[in-house]
């Protein structure tokens, strides 16, 4: 079981990263994390934050936006990634789920799996058993595997993306806002998926999270991130635990729950951006 205590093996390293958007906009401030392997870690933040930036700068998706690191670096298992094509890095161990879940809508739910294992060159036996490996833990998507993608649910949807990254075999999923958009039932079971995942085969995931909340229950390491700097950082129980974080974003205080009108008087006055 990953304890963030003794498991400090870390697997991905970011270091002090600043990304610059059309050559003018800068949206990341020097960031630094450290991914540590085996363990969930959630970046956590509202919208605009940085947290998809982050996650595109180490998944090489940003030049498709016009996005580039002009600083710092980036390390996966001590390797540099600095100017590796994405689907290289995928054959590497990393996978990014776009926030969005994006799916080819004109494809069947099984035929938009298979397009997970396209990298992969060890037979169509192995390929057969991680796709009913993704329908165990989405049985969901066993029943609704000859269903056109484009009709199917938001959190179908969802776990269709999330099984395709598990297609490709990665050691490492870079997660993007998993929540958004889903009912809170559906939002509980895919993330009990994401911590079975995580215990049970062995994957390592960074997911981008606006809802602190229940990223908190399940992450082991948390980085909150604010207008593209890491403001606050620790293990998942200490930030759970932390006034400033059960204040603003927890909407709690020592005296109970607060008002949401409360909570946004506390964006204005947080103590760590002073």
């Given at each position: 079981m990953f304890d963030v205590r003794t498991d400090t093996e870390t697997l991905l390293q970011v270091n002090n990263i600043e990304v610059i958007y059309n050559h003018v906009i800068l949206v990341l401030k020097g960031v630094s994390l450290s991914v540590p392997k085996?363990?969930?870690?959630?970046?956590?933040?509202?919208?605009?934050?940085?947290?998809?930036?982050?996650?595109?700068?180490?998944?090489?998706?940003?030049?498709?936006?016009?996005?580039?690191?002009?600083?710092?670096?980036?390390?996966?298992?001590?390797?540099?990634?600095a100017g590796r094509d994405p689907a290289d890095l995928v054959k590497t161990g990393i996978i990014q789920v776009m926030e969005g879940r994006h799916c080819f809508e004109h494809l069947t739910v099984e035929e938009n799996l298979l397009t997970g294992a396209y990298t992969r060159r060890d037979g169509g036996k192995s390929v057969a058993d991680d796709l009913e490996m993704v329908y165990e833990y989405f049985p969901r998507l066993k029943e609704r595997r000859r269903s056109q993608s484009g009709y199917t649910s938001g959190g179908e949807q969802q776990m269709t993306a999330i099984g395709r990254a598990l297609m490709s075999r990665p050691e490492t999923i870079l997660l993007d806002e998993p929540s958004m958009g889903l009912a809170p039932q559906l939002v509980e079971q895919i993330f009990e998926i994401v911590q079975r995942l995580n215990k049970e085969q062995g994957v390592t995931f960074l997911l981008a999270e606006q809802n602190t909340n229940v990223a908190l229950r399940y992450a082991h390491v948390g980085y909150i991130l604010e207008n593209g700097r890491v403001v606050m950082e620790g293990s998942a129980d200490a930030l759970r635990e932390n006034p400033d974080v059960k204040e603003f974003y927890l909407g709690m205080s020592d005296k109970g729950r607060k008002s949401f009108r409360d909570v946004r008087s506390y964006r204005r006055r947080k103590r760590w951006l002073a």
């Open positions: 085996g363990g969930i870690t959630a970046l956590l933040g509202g919208n605009g934050a940085g947290k998809s930036t982050t996650l595109k700068s180490i998944s090489g998706l940003l030049h498709s936006e016009r996005g580039e690191i002009t600083k710092g670096s980036i390390t996966y298992r001590g390797e540099n990634l």
